[in-house]
């Protein structure tokens, strides 16, 4: 992967900003506090969503970093913190670290990828007068994560102009199946306790966050005459369905108020109610333009049954979403249209949420320009990131973070919840390849483990569309049951 890192230098918690960005540089003498710094007040806000402890950084010099504990003597000391963490373009070395062999509990029961070091000290935390001393930058990792630094400027971008799992780090070094960050912040928390062994971490449960595109709610509902013609023809031909030449027009013409129910497509209720035995609420994420009439859906949010489907999902107890179209990852303004009109529809309806968020279509993104485009539409939260072609952690987290815009170095008010899965990245011939048996579940499940190791959260996308077989079914059933 190329990129060019003199476009967009990111701001750096070892060095002065670059011109334009919004740091302000203080050092350790000065009176000014870290929210005057805003990558480390934003880092402070992880750490204190992590661990509930009012923990303070601050810098020490060019390339060390201070963590305090209000109230409390002693302190922290990062004495190697890592420049490329905060640059663009930059080829991290990568190596691994051994926790147990040091006395740590490793949450995985596996060495712990290190990104930014070919070797790392041993031991890897010494004591040192006033505190510990930590020899890995734990604080740059996540912060090169969390922002995505690596995308910004990225040149290597796959057809539908996304940054792919295999020009990541984590997908050319073997971890993108690892929550490195969340594996590196359980052992910062017991770093944490055996300075001040009288404090007590904030607990973490593990939850499942079922969520569901729904690029097309209906097979032959909404589709014009030559479409549904070829529509019919595929499931007759291709799929061995000849029932298709009497359900077609059947549930074109009688598609007005509601879906059909013996459209294929309209797997709502089930999916409902199977969310509800398990004691979850699915979230279901709505087109609302058409930038790209091949890509985007065929129907509109106005319509009668697409009304009755968002009134039937809300009365239910589950959540309603923004699917931005095709090419709104590039286009703010238009995704602040799209934005409105669900509002406004979901308001005629006397639909009301205490947030807003949604998923971009097709996984595209570009950062920063999406991530700004989704808070200048006042979404409350994006379910993006993750990748198409491979399921696990593109942010080496499953917890939900809040934002920050690694080019402006602003934090943002919006919340990232990261995708872990994806069904057609696991299943889809054109990605994995594992179809719908025990191999595909076998992945899904690593996944979810590894989610529950580190008390974060599962959040799983499987298309409506993609439940249509006996076979998609129980493997979705499976999922969300084990």
Request: aromatic share 8%; proline share 8%; net charge negative.
């Amino acid at each position: 992967m190329t990129t060019r890192h003199d476009r967009h230098p990111a701001p750096r918690l070892d060095d002065a900003p670059g011109p334009g960005t919004t740091l302000a540089v203080t050092g350790p003498g000065d009176d000014a506090s870290a929210a005057h710094e805003p990558v480390i007040a934003w880092l402070e806000q992880v750490i204190h969503e992590r661990f509930g402890l009012a923990l303070r950084l601050e810098r020490d010099g060019p390339d060390r970093l201070v963590m305090t504990l209000d109230g409390e003597s002693g302190q922290l000391l990062f004495d190697s913190l890592q420049p490329g963490f905060h640059l663009t373009g930059t080829e991290l070395p990568h190596g691994q670290w051994d926790a147990v062999a040091e006395g740590f509990e490793a949450p995985l029961d596996m060495p712990l990828p290190a990104p930014g070091a070919d070797i790392l000290p041993r031991p890897l935390v010494e004591a040192a007068p006033g505190g510990l001393v930590v020899h890995y930058d734990i604080p740059g990792l996540t912060y090169w994560m969390l922002t995505r630094q690596e995308e910004v400027d990225a040149q290597v971008l796959d057809r539908h102009c996304r940054f792919p799992a295999s020009a990541s780090h984590a997908g050319r070094h073997g971890y993108l199946d690892r929550p490195i960050v969340d594996e590196w912040l359980a052992v910062l928390g017991q770093i944490i306790l055996r300075q001040w062994p009288g404090a007590t971490l904030k607990g973490h449960r593990f939850r499942m966050r079922p969520t569901h595109d729904v690029d097309r709610p209906s097979r032959y509902g909404f589709a014009r005459d030559v479409k549904l013609i070829r529509v019919m023809l595929g499931d007759i031909l291709l799929y061995r369905r000849p029932q298709a030449l009497f359900l077609g027009p059947w549930v074109r013409l009688t598609t007005r108020r509601r879906l059909h129910g013996l459209d294929p497509l309209n797997t709502f209720d089930w999916l409902m109610d199977v969310s509800d035995r398990h004691g979850v609420a699915s979230a279901f994420y709505f087109l609302c333009g058409r930038t790209d009439p091949r890509k985007d859906a065929d129907y509109e949010p106005e319509h009668p049954a697409i009304r009755h489907l968002l009134r039937r999902i809300h009365s239910r107890g589950h959540e309603i979403g923004l699917h931005p179209s095709y090419h709104t990852f590039r286009n703010p303004k238009e995704l602040a249209n799209e934005a409105v009109r669900l509002r406004r529809v979901c308001a005629e309806e006397g639909i009301e949420q205490a947030e807003w968020g949604g998923r971009m279509h097709y996984l595209r993104w570009q950062m920063p320009l999406t991530l700004q485009g989704c808070t200048q539409a006042g979404l409350d939260y994006d379910t993006t990131l993750g990748y198409a072609e491979e399921p696990g952690f593109r942010c080496g987290t499953c917890h939900d973070y809040p934002a920050f815009d690694p080019v402006k170095g602003e934090a943002l008010p919006l919340r990232i919840r990261p995708l872990i899965a994806m069904e057609g990245s696991v299943t889809s011939p054109l990605y994995l390849g594992l179809g719908t048996g025990d191999e595909a579940y076998e992945r899904f499940i690593v996944l979810k483990n590894r989610c529950r190791a580190v008390g974060g959260t599962f959040t799983l996308l499987w298309h409506n569309s993609e439940l249509t077989t006996a076979a998609q079914r129980s493997l979705y059933e499976r999922v969300l049951a084990d």
